[in-house]
């Protein structure tokens, strides 16, 4: 299957699947391998031409999010020189629309953590107590479900990589098995509702809760703060900022409930309606250029 992109649907595949928001794709050759929900997709772009295996037409312009507007976003949140670098840079770097449960749990394994280390922890994990799937004679391993998490031991956790991480991945798995919280209903509330869901759960701070809120619930509003887009409004964006915030949270100490929700807000403010992407491409331009 393929689709044929166009300006208006624009895809840069690479960006897209190496920025560091998923966590499940390897490119092998000229294809990307990558475990969404239960099946494995295999995709590749040569130049406006995106070609899939294992998935149809729908769910690949769900997941790889061809439906948004993207002329229009990048338009809405050029606000200035250094946001447009970026932009340039990676035009046609798409928010995933990934799914809520895996992205939850990914996140809260994800704290400090590089993209490589947080990689391998998911596939061990996968590996340990998901199911396994193949493509072109390779095995790949579904991520596993909350039951299967749940009835897991926090050793078991542990085993893979997860450290202290493993007993919030095991307390909210039980949670979210034993009252069947539906993740994918606070795709249907707004952005401050479904935030106080997350929130409410173990492991979930506030940095994993706009990650879950951006990349798997379709709030591009969001905008999360870690070290790089710290980084990133301090260089280019301290003169928008109150002068006793900046000075704070330039010691390079990890930032305080306060400070973290006043750099979020920032991001919101500034960037507007779709701030995520502002984020995710100051957050890649910030991880490409060190």
Request: contains cysteine; glycine residues 8%.
């Amino acid at each position: 299957m393929h689709i044929q992109l166009s300006p208006l649907r624009s895809l840069n595949l690479d960006a897209t699947l190496c920025c560091g928001q998923a966590f499940r794709w390897v490119k092998r050759g000229d294809w990307w391998y990558g475990v969404v929900g239960d099946r494995v997709l295999k995709v590749r772009q040569i130049a406006r031409r995106l070609e899939s295996e294992n998935a149809d037409l729908a769910f690949v312009e769900d997941y790889f999010g061809l439906t948004d507007d993207l002329q229009r976003i990048l338009s809405s949140i050029t606000k200035d020189k250094h946001i447009g670098q970026a932009v340039e840079a990676f035009r046609g770097l798409r928010i995933l629309h990934q799914e809520p449960w895996e992205c939850l749990i990914s996140y809260i394994c994800a704290t400090y953590k590089n993209v490589p280390a947080i990689m391998q922890t998911i596939q061990r994990l996968s590996k340990s107590f998901g199911s396994l799937l193949t493509l072109d004679g390779q095995q790949f391993f579904a991520f596993p479900t909350p039951e299967s998490l749940a009835n897991s031991t926090v050793r078991g956790l542990e085993e893979c990589g997860l450290g202290y991480r493993a007993r919030y991945v095991s307390e909210t798995a039980r949670r979210i098995h034993e009252t069947g919280l539906d993740l994918g209903r606070l795709r249907r509330v707004d952005r401050e509702e479904a935030r106080r869901e997350l929130l409410n759960l173990p492991g979930v701070g506030p940095k994993v809760a706009d990650c879950v809120l951006l990349f798997s619930l379709g709030k591009l509003e969001a905008f999360p703060v870690d070290v790089r887009i710290r980084r990133a409004l301090l260089r280019h964006y301290s003169e928008h900022l109150a002068k006793e915030l900046v000075k704070r949270v330039s010691d390079g100490r990890s930032l305080s409930s306060s400070e973290y929700e006043k750099l979020s807000r920032f991001g919101r403010e500034y960037f507007g309606e779709y701030a995520g992407y502002a984020q995710e491409y100051l957050y890649h331009y910030e991880r490409i250029r060190g």
